[in-house]
T-cell receptor, first 115, second 116 residues
Framework: AQSVTQLDSQVPVFEEAPVELRCNYS??????LFWYVQYPNQGLQLLLK??????LVESINGFEAEFNKSQTSFHLRKPSVHISDTAEYFC?????????????FGAGTRLAVHP | GAGVSQSPSNKVTEKGKDVELRCDPI?????LYWYRQRLGQGLEFLIY????????KSGLPSDRFSAERTGESVSTLTIQRTQQEDSAVYLC??????????????FGPGTRLTVL
């Protein structure tokens, strides 16, 4: 069955430093991958997703993630973070089950950006 | 436009009481999901609706949990005889069709349930 592992529960980083949030998945079939973000006191929202095509996907606020089939990874990166990027980030994979599909989420990584 | 709304935003109840949590999805969204988020943990899938049918109830933790959906609109998650381990944030999400599982899910702000 498809599953997701987020290797870091917390990532502290200074403002303007680069960051990588790691995500590994297990899947034996077609892979659809997502990153969702939860800002403090807000609901989850989609950051970016990989369905097919180019393995590098980007969000509008400077994050990018690369689908790496050989390493079964979908790590999220940003070259220079801002205070406003402080949030919890969830990686997710589509699980195929019984004729329909659903998202399986990782445990989340809390990104804390310090001045 | 209006997003997914949930009510109440906070609910404090005593152990053994029943609670009802409500979710209003985005108009026209046929798929609706309920998740549970315990403190410091990720999202735990509870149940999925396609229209008013629930093809996947596999995530409901016990028979104390049930959910209904009226047509393609409001959904109610009911927890009977609440226990302290039920304390969590309950999140609802909706998406347009989602038979492929690839549609973006739009999340509500959640209901924070505290069982004393």
């Amino acid at each position: 069955a498809q599953s997701v592992t987020q290797l870091d529960s917390q990532v502290p980083v200074f403002e303007e430093a680069p960051v990588e949030l790691r995500c590994n998945y297990s899947s034996s079939v077609s892979v659809y991958l997502f990153w969702y973000v939860q800002y403090p006191n807000q609901g989850l929202q989609l950051l970016l997703k990989y369905l097919s095509g180019s393995t590098l996907v980007e969000s509008i606020n400077g994050f990018e993630a690369e689908f790496n089939k050989s390493q079964t990874s979908f790590h999220l990166r940003k070259p220079s973070v801002h205070i406003s990027d402080t949030a919890e980030y969830f990686c997710a994979v589509v699980r195929h089950s019984g004729g329909y599909n659903k998202l399986i989420f990782g445990a989340g990584t809390r990104l804390a950006v310090h001045p | 436009g209006a997003g997914v709304s949930q009510s109440p935003s906070n609910k404090v109840t005593e152990k053994g009481k029943d609670v009802e949590l409500r979710c209003d999805p985005i108009s026209g969204h046929t798929a609706l999901y309920w998740y549970r988020q315990r403190l410091g943990q990720g999202l735990e899938f509870l149940i999925y609706f396609q229209g008013n049918s629930a093809p996947d109830k596999s995530g409901l933790p016990s028979d104390r949990f049930s959910a209904e959906r009226t047509g393609e609109s409001v959904s109610t998650l009911t927890i009977q005889r609440t226990q302290q381990e039920d304390s969590a944030v309950y999140l609802c999400a909706s998406s347009p069709r989602d038979r492929a599982g690839t549609d973006t899910q739009y999340f509500g702000p959640g209901t924070r349930l505290t069982v004393l």
